[in-house]
C-alpha cells in the first residue's frame, strides 16, 4: 500500500537542481479539492453521503471513494460530518470508523455494520425539573470555582478595539438582547446543601443584574485598565457569567471589553458570541430588535440530555465504560512531567503563561501534510506526535500527558450555542 501514489500531478516540466537533478523541494503540493476523482453514488444513501460529505468539505461533489482527509478534512470537520449523517440519516457513524475508512463507501459500511444500534438521541428541547442539573463540564468548573474562589484562572476576555463613533446606548441595549438570547449567559449556579444546580434567570432579572459600564479612559491607561478588569472575579452563585466595559479613549476610538466565566462559554462560542452580538447591534442602531431565528435549543436542554444519556446510575452504562477506558488509559501516568527547566517549579501554581510564536514556511507545511496523508491521520496528530517526541527527548520520559481542548459539538443544534462543550 505504501508504494501506491496518493496523487498524480501533471507538470509541463519537471524542475531541476543546478546539478541537473530532480528538485523535489521544487514539486508542487497535490491540489486534491482541484479533481474528485472517485466513482459516482450507486444508492441513494451513497448519493446523500456523497452530498454530506461535500457539503462539509465546502466541495462542488465528492465520490465515493475519495477520502475525507485528503479533501482537507481535519478531526473539527470530521465531528461535523458525522453529527450530520446523524441528523440526516439517523445513523451512527464513529469518529475511529471515519479515520479507519475516510470514505462514502466506508461510512456506508459502518451504517450497514451498526444494524439497529441506531443513532444515538438527539438533543432536543424537553419539560424541565425544579432542580436543573449541571453539565458534566460546568460541575468541573464549578468545583474549582468553589476550591479556588479568588482564582481568575477560567475567565475568558474578549477584547476589541472599536475604531469610528460607537453607540453604547445601542451596544448595551444588543448586550441584552444577547443574554436574552443565550441562557447559559443568565444562568447562576446555587448549592444549597452543597449540591449545585442551574438557575436560569428570567430576562428582565438577567438585565437588571447586567454589568455594563461605559468609561472614559486616556490611550496610555487602556492596557493597565484592561489588566484590572478581565482580572475581577466572578461568584457564581448569584452573579451573571457575563460582564462588559467600553472604554472611551476618544469620539472615534474605544475598547470592549466582555469578560465571560468558563462555565458559560468555551472557543466555539467566540464566533457565535460576536456574530449575534454585531447583528443585534446593528439591529438596535437601526431602532430595532434584531430579527434572530430562534434557537432550537439552550445549554439546559443539552446539560439535561447529556445526564439522561450518562447515567451514572445505570450500572454498566456508559459512565462506568468511560471511566474504565480512562482509568486504564492514564495508569501509571506521572502527576507531574519532569522537564529540564531554567525556572524550578512553584510549590503553588501561578497559572501564568506565555506564547511563543513561530511559524512553519510553506515548503515545510506542504511535506508535513502529505506525511499526514500517507499516514492515514490530520496534520495536527503529526504536530501533537512531534511535540510529543520533543518533550520525552527533554526529559519527560516515554509516558508524555498532553492536554488538548476539543470542540465537544456533535450535534448540529448545539452549533449555535454559547455554552460550554
Not at 458525522?82 to 475508512?101: D, H, N, P, Y
Not at 438596535?284 to 435549543?297: H, I, K, N, T, Y
Request: charged fraction near 25%; include cysteine; charge should be negative.
Amino acid at each position: 500500500e505504501h508504494m501506491v501514489p496518493s496523487a498524480v500531478v501533471v507538470l509541463d516540466e519537471l524542475p531541476l537542481t543546478a546539478n541537473g537533478k530532480l528538485d523535489k523541494r521544487a514539486l508542487p503540493a497535490p491540489d486534491y479539492t482541484a479533481s474528485v476523482s472517485g466513482g459516482q453514488p450507486r444508492n441513494p444513501r451513497e448519493e446523500i453521503l456523497c452530498g454530506l460529505f461535500a457539503e462539509v468539505l465546502g466541495l462542488e461533489r465528492v465520490g465515493i471513494d475519495d477520502s475525507f482527509f485528503d479533501l482537507g478534512g481535519h478531526s473539527l470537520l470530521a465531528t461535523r460530518l458525522v453529527s450530520r449523517i446523524r441528523s440526516v440519516l439517523g445513523a451512527e457513524v464513529s469518529l475511529r470508523e471515519l479515520f479507519a475508512a475516510p470514505t462514502v463507501v466506508g461510512a456506508a459500511a459502518a451504517i450497514d455494520a451498526a444494524g439497529e444500534r441506531g443513532a444515538r438521541p438527539r438533543v432536543l428541547p424537553v419539560s424541565r425539573p425544579d432542580l436543573l442539573p449541571l453539565s458534566f463540564a460546568q460541575r468541573r468548573l464549578w468545583f474549582l470555582n468553589r476550591l479556588e474562589s479568588a482564582s481568575t484562572s477560567y475567565n475568558v476576555p474578549l477584547v476589541l478595539r472599536l475604531r469610528g463613533e460607537v453607540d453604547a446606548g445601542a451596544l448595551g441595549a444588543a448586550l441584552g438582547d444577547l443574554v436574552d438570547r443565550h441562557e447559559s449567559l443568565r444562568t447562576v449556579f446555587p448549592s444549597p446543601g452543597g449540591e449545585p444546580h442551574q438557575r436560569v434567570l428570567g430576562k428582565p432579572e438577567a438585565r437588571a443584574l447586567l454589568r455594563f459600564a461605559v468609561t472614559p479612559c486616556a490611550r496610555d491607561q487602556v492596557r493597565g485598565t484592561v489588566d484590572t478588569l478581565v482580572g475581577r472575579v466572578f461568584d457564581l452563585a448569584e452573579a451573571l457569567p457575563v460582564r462588559a466595559d467600553l472604554l472611551r479613549v476618544s469620539d472615534e476610538e474605544a475598547v470592549l471589553v466582555v469578560l465571560l466565566h468558563h462555565i458559560a462559554t468555551d472557543g466555539w462560542s467566540e464566533a457565535v458570541l460576536l456574530r449575534d452580538l454585531t447583528e443585534a447591534y446593528s439591529a438596535r442602531r437601526a431602532g430595532s430588535a434584531p430579527g434572530w431565528v430562534p434557537l432550537r435549543v439552550q445549554y439546559a436542554d443539552y446539560a439535561l440530555w447529556q445526564n439522561a444519556l450518562l447515567d451514572e446510575a445505570e450500572p454498566g452504562g456508559p459512565v462506568a465504560d468511560q471511566l474504565d477506558f480512562w482509568e486504564r488509559s492514564l495508569a501509571g501516568a506521572p502527576e507531574v512531567l519532569e522537564l529540564q527547566t531554567d525556572r524550578p517549579r512553584p510549590a503553588v501554581a501561578s497559572n501564568r503563561g506565555e506564547h511563543l510564536a513561530f511559524s512553519l514556511d510553506a515548503d515545510l507545511h506542504g511535506r508535513l501534510a502529505e506525511l499526514a496523508r500517507a499516514r492515514g491521520c490530520t496534520l495536527f496528530m503529526v504536530l501533537q506526535a512531534a511535540l510529543a517526541v520533543v518533550l520525552a527527548r527533554s526529559g519527560g520520559g516515554v509516558d508524555v500527558p498532553i492536554g488538548t481542548p476539543v470542540a465537544g459539538r456533535d450535534d448540529e443544534a448545539l452549533d449555535s450555542l454559547v455554552g460550554f462543550f
